[in-house]
T-cell receptor, first 110, second 115 residues
Framework: QQQVKQSPQSLIVQKGGISIINCAYENTAFDYFPWYQQFPGKGPALLIAIRPDVSEKKEGRFTISFNKSAKQFSLHIMDSQPGDSATYFC?????????FGAGTTVTVRA | ETGVTQTPRHLVMGMTNKKSLKCEQHLGHNAMYWYKQSAKKPLELMFV???????ENNSVPSRFSPECPNSSHLFLHLHTLQPEDSALYLC??????????????FGPGTRLTVL
């Protein structure tokens, strides 16, 4: 049973546009929500993360929005660039384990 | 070397072979993980070691055998694999614990092909 559900599976955005990826979870014991970025042939790399007591976190062009009551969180990529083309995974942490979403492949067209 | 390294990066093996994957972390972390990544599937956690002790085995077939001799090294021994075991095998490490102490850092992976 997948504990974190991620959508969409893929998206295409024009350069300069906004990419939005959504995740939902059920287990209210999760205490940390990281996002990972993975390029072909590479391992996932931490992109940005948020704690459940924070509603929004921004780092450069990447923003996480967190809705604790709805048990949902999302990643917004502003001013998308071709270099952002990658697969993005949301995750939720409890103890020392992560549950990952299925991933979203983002393609940014120049 | 920094971060998490994995060797080999690519491996092709027959179903009767025995091979091992190696992972080394240079971050001073206490927890290490093996994941399997197949196309169109979420990352699958296989094994977790915390302070060298195996704390998780997610119903992984016995043809995969992990070994953690110390907090910096993790091996995955492979024998009599099946073609469906072909995937990217990722190693990760974390400081271990709650919240952001569980930020996991991944190696580049080993691309395994079973013929």
């Amino acid at each position: 049973q997948q504990q974190v559900k991620q959508s969409p599976q893929s998206l295409i955005v024009q350069k300069g546009g906004i990419s939005i990826i959504n995740c939902a979870y059920e287990n209210t014991a999760f205490d940390y929500f990281p996002w990972y970025q993975q390029f072909p042939g590479k391992g996932p790399a931490l992109l940005i993360a948020i704690r459940p007591d924070v509603s929004e976190k921004k780092e450069g062009r990447f923003t996480i929005s967190f809705n604790k009551s709805a048990k949902q969180f999302s990643l917004h990529i502003m001013d998308s660039q071709p270099g952002d083309s990658a697969t993005y995974f949301c995750a939720a942490s409890i103890d020392y384990k992560l549950s990952f979403g299925a991933g979203t492949t983002v393609t940014v067209r120049a | 070397e920094t971060g998490v390294t994995q060797t080999p990066r690519h491996l092709v093996m027959g179903m009767t072979n025995k091979k091992s994957l190696k992972c080394e972390q240079h971050l001073g972390h206490n927890a290490m993980y093996w994941y399997k990544q197949s196309a169109k599937k979420p990352l699958e956690l296989m094994f977790v070691y915390n302070f060298k002790e195996q704390t998780e085995n997610n119903s992984v077939p016995s043809r995969f055998s992990p070994e953690c001799p110390n907090s910096s090294h993790l091996f995955l021994h492979l024998h009599t694999l099946q073609p469906e075991d072909s995937a990217l095998y990722l190693c990760a490490s974390s400081q271990g614990g709650a919240g952001d102490l569980n930020t996991q850092y991944f190696g580049p992976g080993t691309r395994l092909t079973v013929l």
